[in-house]
């Protein structure tokens, strides 16, 4: 079987013609096969989705228990058959419930790979490498230039700040799925043991993160209404990205913004945010991840998408991996 026989890019998302499925479609379909709950690949309105357990809890938070017609879940290691074509899901290491899921029929696998990172991360299954003749990997940052720093290091330069100026809020941005809990468990990691007060949009999926084990230690609601603005100096809040543009981050003592993305080792960028203490910590693959886990992989062709296909898909070629881009469209950056 040919590869392309088995995957192949659709308006709608990755199709498998033998199984009739697809992977991530960003369109409702019959039957849809979900790497993990950011919306950009986990969208409602399917007839049946296929995902982990984590995954469909997920998007039932987001999008109410009706999101979809039915649902089955997948445990990691698992092979499920959907119309003779074997699926199985394994760890992706993205967020919670994330999963690569390796496609194989006619004596050909694929792996989608979905968005991934290798680096240790409490709050999310670790990274599994599964050998396959294609792999399809992400390219958020595709580019040399991004070699993410140890993510210990950016929540110590965060306390620093907090230690140097106990006057002001440190106002973290984080999105709401994956990366503000990642953030809480780095803190508690770091030694920190106050309250983390977080935004009203982090409460539901941060409750849910914890029902899985997974201890954040304690959380506050970040309001001032039931307090005064002098009883958020020297805290931390976290909140989504949005809320930092609206009048509720106004709220606080002289706050210093603050915003946990890969992007952020872009200058410009933090400076055009008005970001003053950017941390570098995301929950994509930086370049030598990426780079790697194609070596790792053992796959003889490489499909490059939703990033800076063209800088990953060239590194290939000089290594003598045959890799194409997909350009595939609708998939954005929630969980960098």
């Known amino acids: 079987m040919r590869a392309k026989d088995l995957l192949c890019p659709h308006p709608e998302g990755l199709y498998c013609p033998p199984g009739d499925f697809f992977i991530d479609p960003v369109q409702p379909v019959a039957r849809a096969l979900v790497t993990h709950g950011h919306s950009d690949h986990a969208r409602s309105g399917h007839g049946a989705v296929m995902a982990t357990r984590e995954t469909l809890?997920?998007?039932?938070?987001r999008y109410g228990e009706d999101f979809a017609g039915t649902t089955q879940p997948a445990a990691f290691g698992e092979t499920l058959h959907v119309n003779g074509v074997a699926?199985?899901?394994?760890?992706a290491g993205h967020v919670l419930g994330s999963a690569q899921i390796a496609v194989e029929h006619g004596g050909m696998r694929i792996v989608a790979s979905g968005d991934y990172k290798r680096i240790p991360d409490a709050t999310s299954e670790p990274f599994e490498v599964v050998s396959c003749d294609v792999f399809i990997t992400e390219a958020t940052f595709g580019l040399p230039v991004f070699r993410h720093p140890p993510a210990e290091e950016e929540i110590a330069r965060l306390l620093k700040s907090v230690a140097q100026f106990p006057e002001r809020t440190?106002?973290?941005?984080?999105y709401a799925l994956g990366k503000a809990q990642r953030v809480m468990r780095l803190l508690r990691d770091a030694g920190y043991d106050r309250p983390i007060y977080i935004h009203g949009a982090l409460t539901t999926i941060s409750d849910y993160y914890q029902s899985r084990g997974i201890d954040l230690g304690r959380l506050e609601p970040a309001t001032v209404e039931t307090g005064s603005k002098g009883d958020f100096a020297d805290a931390v809040v976290i909140g989504p990205p949005s809320a930092f543009q609206d009048r509720w981050a106004r709220r606080f003592p002289d706050p210093l913004s603050c915003f946990a993305s890969g992007w952020m080792r872009i200058r410009q960028r933090a400076k055009q945010g008005g970001v003053e203490l950017p941390l570098i910590i995301s929950d994509h693959s930086d370049w030598d991840e990426?780079?790697?886990?194609?070596?790792d992989t053992g796959a003889s062709e490489i499909w490059v998408t939703h990033g800076r296909e063209e800088a990953?898909?060239?590194?290939?070629?000089?290594q003598g991996i045959a890799a194409r881009p997909l350009n595939l469209v609708g998939y954005e950056d929630e969980g960098d």
């Open 170 to 174: 440190h106002l973290v941005g984080a």
């Open 312 to 318: 990953l898909v060239r590194w290939c070629e000089l």
């Open 290 to 295: 990426l780079t790697d886990t194609i070596h």
């Open 57 to 61: 809890d997920i998007m039932g938070l």
């Open 87 to 91: 699926v199985t899901f394994h760890p």
